[in-house]
């Protein structure tokens, strides 16, 4: 079974830069699709970026494309979430999601993925 724990989260003023990661356990990233979803208060889950590890092939959100960056380190054993130029309205908890993937493309919703963290909060104040 894969674990997933996020690090990273915090308090961080409107413009400035932070990121988030991933650690797994009982297994690397070898062959998975890995993503970051975020929720705010009163939203529902929202899909932010998501990578095909062996393939590097990323994928974001309209709202966080050009200051988010997802990536992985040489290990495959943690994946980052590199955001700047950061908006109050990036304010949410932030979930690391993973799942075993065959296919070259990252699953963009949800429920397609098995493996979850349990959330940092990112706070963007004004």
């Known amino acids: 079974d894969v674990q997933l724990v996020e690090s990273g989260g915090g308090l961080v003023q409107a413009g400035r830069s932070l990121t988030l990661s991933c650690r797994a356990s009982?297994?690397?990233?070898?062959?998975?699709?890995v993503a970051w979803f975020r929720q705010a208060p009163g939203k529902e889950r929202q899909g932010v970026s998501f990578?095909?590890?062996?393939?590097?092939?990323?994928a974001y959100a309209d709202s966080v494309k050009g200051r988010f960056a997802i990536s992985t380190d040489d290990a495959k054993s943690t994946a980052y979430l590199q955001m700047n130029s950061l908006r109050p309205e990036d304010t949410a908890v932030y979930y690391c999601?993973?799942?075993?993937?065959?296919?070259?493309?990252?699953?963009?919703?949800?429920?397609?993925?098995?493996?979850w963290g349990q959330g940092t909060q990112v706070t963007v104040s004004s």
């Open positions: 990578i095909s590890v062996n393939d590097g092939r990323t």
């Open positions: 999601a993973a799942k075993l993937n065959l296919g070259p493309h990252p699953p963009v919703v949800a429920v397609r993925y098995d493996y």
């Open positions: 009982g297994s690397t990233f070898d062959g998975f699709a």
